[in-house]
């Protein structure tokens, strides 16, 4: 139990152009889901906090009108990197909080390479 | 949430047990203590948590002193697929604005 999906894994794309990411908990209801970003050699750092059906919470630094994050149901969120640049190129993990709020669950992580 | 404190690398053999200490010093009273790991280019796994008592489950055990000022994570039999980055995290248990916080965690090398 307590599986979050993220899709796709690895994405290429060109300077200019946007990316979505799928965040799914595939066995539990989440409320809340977060959206880390990891550099090489880096621990995790946290952009974002997501309440299903309200706006994101940002942390400091992080652009909200660059990383888009829409928060629709209790077991999907999105993350849309904007007009992604090769700095954006990174290692993204979801992560889906049970409806107890007791255990934050990760996903895989999705690699982006903007070239 | 409260910082924790690492040590950065540790080595282990395969079949012994790992003892990885955390120093969470200013951990208030309603902080838990979460530990995570992460194998290379995968997210982080939950492994365990809790407040003040010991804690036990199918992957490991977690020992927090008296004072709440550190705990340990055992692995009671370390094998090479255990080769990974632990995490501490100290959490406010409640409440939408919890959150996880990774520091630099400890790198544990399992060895033949």
């Known amino acids: 139990g307590a599986v979050v999906s993220q899709h796709p894994s690895w994405v290429i794309c060109k300077s200019g152009t946007s990316v979505k990411i799928e965040c799914r908990s595939l066995?539990?209801?989440?409320?809340?889901m977060f959206w880390y970003r990891q550099f090489p050699k880096q621990s995790l750092m946290l952009m974002a906090t997501?309440?299903?059906?309200?706006?994101?919470?940002?942390e400091q630094g992080v652009e909200k009108d660059k990383f888009l994050i829409n928060h629709a149901s209790l077991t999907l969120s999105t993350l849309t990197v904007t007009s992604a640049h090769p700095e954006d190129s990174s290692f993204y993990i979801c992560?889906?909080?049970?409806?107890?709020?007791?255990?934050?669950?990760f996903g895989p992580g999705t690699r982006l390479l903007v070239l | 949430d409260a910082k924790t404190t690492q040590p950065p690398s540790m080595d282990c053999a395969e079949g012994r047990a790992a003892n990885l200490p955390c120093n969470h010093s200013?951990?208030?009273?309603?902080?838990?203590v979460y530990w995570y790991r992460q194998i290379h280019s995968q997210g982080p796994q939950y492994i365990i948590h809790?407040?003040?008592n010991n804690e036990t489950n199918e992957m490991a055990s977690l020992i927090i002193t008296e004072d709440r000022k550190s705990s340990t994570l055992i692995l009671p039999h370390a094998t090479l697929r255990d080769t990974a980055v632990y995490y501490c995290?100290?959490?406010?248990?409640?409440?939408?604005?919890?959150?996880?916080?990774f520091g630099t965690g400890t790198r544990l090398q399992v060895t033949l």
């Open positions: 066995d539990f209801q989440a409320t809340t």
């Open positions: 809790g407040l003040k």
């Open positions: 200013t951990i208030s009273g309603n902080e838990y």
């Open positions: 995290i100290v959490r406010v248990f409640t409440g939408t604005a919890s959150k996880l916080t």
């Open positions: 992560s889906a909080r049970d409806l107890r709020g007791e255990t934050q669950y």
């Open positions: 997501s309440n299903e059906g309200s706006k994101a919470t940002y």
